[in-house]
């Protein structure tokens, strides 16, 4: 059924408002952009990512192809690494990590090598040494088995 009658004014926006959303939306964009700094490569995290190559090399990991990547990734406080390696969130995730890989009711959990968990805890000893620990006290908990064939 039409409408017998022309819609009421309250239905209809005016153009200044669009105008005004979508000019709002720009500035925040770009003040977003502005204001993202990320980690920076300065000289303290520089030296933290050469000791975790060297770290890295020592243990028989393979290292990364320069240093920048992991200063930026790690900075100086280990990132997201170095926030919660202890907490139960964390450690869940890093248990479903070490499964078969199946989803759902097939998922079961597997015998890994310790290498496995070993970069992670080189990471945590260079960049948060006193959560070292509580971290280590879940990776001693977990089972390991040599696996990995030379």
């Not at 990991?61 to 926030?83: K, M, N, Q």
């Not at 964390?90 to 090598?113: E, I």
Request: hydrophobic letters at 40%; one cysteine or more.
């Amino acid at each position: 059924m039409p409408h017998d009658h022309a819609p009421s004014p309250a239905h209809k926006h005016p153009t200044w408002m669009y105008i005004v959303i979508i000019v709002v939306l720009i500035a925040l964009a770009i003040w977003g952009i502005a204001a993202y700094r990320g980690h920076k490569a300065d000289e303290e995290s520089q030296q933290k990512a050469e000791q975790l190559q060297q770290k890295f090399e020592a243990a028989g990991l393979p290292t990364f192809a320069d240093t920048d990547t992991i200063a930026r990734l790690l900075g100086t406080d280990g990132g997201a690494v170095c926030d919660t390696p202890g907490k139960a969130l964390a450690q869940g995730m890093l248990k479903l990590q070490l499964s078969n890989g199946a989803g759902g009711p097939g998922q079961r959990p597997v015998t890994v090598a310790r290498e496995v968990v070993q970069g992670e805890l080189l990471i945590v000893q260079t960049y948060c040494p006193d959560k070292l620990p509580d971290f280590q006290d879940f990776v001693d908990d977990l089972d390991f088995d040599d696996v990995v064939k030379s």
